[in-house]
T-cell receptor
Framework: AQSVTQPDIHITVSEGASLELRCNYSYGATPYLFWYVQSPGQGLQLLLKYFSGDTLVQGIKGFEAEFKRSQSSFNLRKPSVHWSDAAEYFCAVVGNTDKLIFGTGTRLQVFP | DSGVTQTPKHLITATGQRVTLRCSPRSGDLSVYWYQQSLDQGLQFLIQYYNGEERAKGNILERFSAQQFPDLHSELNLSSLELGDSALYFC????????????FGPGTRLTVL
């Protein structure tokens, strides 16, 4: 069965520090992978997506993610975190019949 | 702003009642998806419609139903509400293919008292 694992429930970083959020997926075929961000009281905003091609994908707000098939991972990175990046981050994979299968999310807290 | 609209933003009701959540997809999108976000279950896919037809079903209770109208807006009907139905309900839309990005609305927060 398809699944997404985000091992870190909560991460705290200082403003200006680098960030890496982990995501592992389980899917038999070529995965279509996404990262979404949810700010408090808001909907989900797409940060970036991977379908094929270059395994390093660039997204909005300075985020990037790297697809590693050998590790079944799609980790999200940002070189320098801003206070406005505090939010919940969801990794997702498109499963059968187009539905998104989400991980449990990682809550990011940023200290000044 | 994703272009997907959902009404109402908040809904407070009592157990046993029935409510209807409404979603208008982005212009040109044919697929509408409904998701439920709760503290214990996380984000769960409920159901998908494509151009008026049901395309996929997820973890949707029998007390819940949905439809997509000819103008492509969709409604999610929740009946015989229970306390555990309290959650954030999201609608998303896409052009229709599995590779298409799903754009999410702001959600409807349902509170069942």
């Amino acid at each position: 069965a398809q699944s997404v694992t985000q091992p870190d429930i909560h991460i705290t970083v200082s403003e200006g520090a680098s960030l890496e959020l982990r995501c592992n997926y389980s899917y038999g075929a070529t995965p279509y992978l996404f990262w979404y961000v949810q700010s408090p009281g808001q909907g989900l905003q797409l940060l970036l997506k991977y379908f094929s091609g270059d395994t390093l994908v660039q997204g909005i707000k300075g985020f990037e993610a790297e697809f590693k098939r050998s590790q079944s991972s799609f980790n999200l990175r940002k070189p320098s975190v801003h206070w406005s990046d505090a939010a919940e981050y969801f990794c997702a994979v498109v499963g059968n019949t187009d539905k998104l299968i989400f991980g449990t999310g990682t809550r990011l807290q940023v200290f000044p | 702003d994703s272009g997907v609209t959902q009404t109402p933003k908040h809904l407070i009701t009592a157990t046993g009642q029935r409510v209807t959540l409404r979603c208008s997809p982005r212009s040109g999108d044919l697929s509408v998806y409904w998701y439920q976000q709760s503290l214990d279950q996380g984000l769960q896919f409920l159901i998908q419609y494509y151009n008026g037809e049901e395309r996929a079903k997820g973890n949707i209770l029998e007390r819940f139903s949905a439809q997509q109208f000819p103008d492509l807006h969709s409604e999610l009907n929740l009946s015989s509400l229970e306390l555990g139905d309290s959650a954030l309900y999201f609608c998303a839309s896409s052009v229709g293919l599995e590779t298409d990005t799903q754009y999410f609305g702001p959600g409807t927060r349902l509170t069942v008292l």
